[in-house]
T-cell receptor, first 113, second 115 residues
């Protein structure tokens, strides 16, 4: 079995400040990792994904994430947030050999002017 | 735009009604998915279709009935729903040919309210 934990349900941060959204997973096999963003009244949009290779993955809108196998983490970071980054962010995991994506419960990022 | 469209965007129905949700993808993908998104809960995978064949039914009650007439269209037929079925229903598609690295692309969702 596997699970995805997003410990922070809400993260308020001031505009132009850095942010880190945490994601930890549990799996006994190799995994593929994804971050999705959901803006108000919209569906999920892929931010970035880790499949293999470099553990530092760069995505859209200036976001990046680092895969840390020893800590089973895939935290999302941005050095300077904008008001437009206010949204819900979901971490998801797929283990090798499976079709299913397992999602975390989401982190609501609120950027304060 | 993500290339995956869903209609209607909002739906209010009574428990005795029958309605359908529609999903269409313009990405040339071969796999399509239905998810349920409820408040404070992780997204729940409901159904998966690969090349029009259902490959996953995640213990979904029979009051939800999926249909996939071709690789571009996916329907979710609803009947005798319960208030607890109120949620955002998301459709997604993926190439279906990239194995475990397949990436899913989501539509905007249908906000369903069951009275």
């Amino acid at each position: 079995a596997q699970s995805v934990t997003q410990l922070d349900s809400q993260v308020p941060v001031f505009e132009e400040a850095p942010v880190e959204l945490r994601c930890n997973y549990s799996s006994s096999v190799s995994v593929y990792l994804f971050w999705y963003v959901q803006y108000p009244n919209q569906g999920l949009q892929l931010l970035l994904k880790y499949l293999s290779g470099s553990t530092l993955v760069k995505g859209i809108n200036g976001f990046e994430a680092e895969f840390n196998k020893s800590q089973t983490s895939f935290h999302l970071r941005k050095p300077s947030v904008h008001i437009s980054d206010t949204a819900e962010y979901f971490c998801a995991v797929r283990r090798t050999g499976a079709n299913n994506l397992f999602f975390g419960t989401g982190t609501r990022l609120t950027v304060i002017p | 735009e993500t290339g995956v469209t869903q209609t209607p965007r909002h739906l209010v129905m009574g428990m005795t009604n029958k309605k359908s949700l529609k999903c269409e993808q313009h990405l040339g993908h071969n796999a399509m998915y239905w998810y349920k998104q409820s408040a404070k809960k992780p997204l729940e995978l409901m159904f998966v279709y690969n090349f029009k064949e259902q490959t996953e039914n995640n213990s979904v009650p029979s009051r939800f009935s999926p249909e996939c007439p071709n690789s571009s269209h996916l329907f979710l037929h609803l009947h005798t729903l319960q208030p607890e079925d109120s949620a955002l229903y998301l459709c997604a598609s993926s190439p279906g040919t990239e194995g475990w690295t397949d990436t899913q692309y989501f539509g905007p969702g249908t906000r369903l309210t069951v009275l």
